[in-house]
């Protein structure tokens, strides 16, 4: 069984620094892309940050130049270094990974971290 497990986030002021990281365990054959995303109150869940195996990466407009996505493909891990951050940055994050399993490739999910930004 798959499972993903996030650690980070928590409460920081505006313009401050928060990292989140999330590591995948289980019986996998290949983890294909990982990335984060972010859900605030009474909006839709949104992309953050995705990144392929191979490097390439996928960021939401509000967070250019503000937030970087990284991987350790050796530790199953993908991370999200988040800075100056907003309080529109406030949400739930979710990790998200597409992964290659005894099963058929599908989508999983970790438990969301909540990020909270103070203005």
């Known amino acids: 069984q798959v499972q993903l497990v996030e650690s980070g986030g928590g409460l920081v002021q505006a313009g401050g620094s928060l990292g989140l990281s999330c590591a995948a365990s289980g019986t996998m054959f290949k983890i294909y892309a990982m990335g984060w995303y972010r859900q605030a109150p009474g909006k839709q869940r949104e992309l953050v940050a995705a990144?392929?195996?191979?490097?390439?990466?996928n960021y939401a407009d509000s967070v250019k130049g503000r937030f970087t996505i990284s991987r350790d493909n050796a530790k199953n891990t993908v991370y999200l270094q988040m800075n100056s951050l907003k309080p529109e940055d406030t949400a739930v994050y979710y990790c998200?990974?597409?992964?290659?399993?005894?099963?058929?490739?599908?989508?999983?999910w970790g438990q969301g971290t909540q990020v909270t930004v103070s203005s």
């Open positions: 998200n990974a597409h992964i290659w399993t005894t099963q058929p490739i599908r989508d999983y």
């Open positions: 990144m392929t195996s191979s490097g390439d990466t």
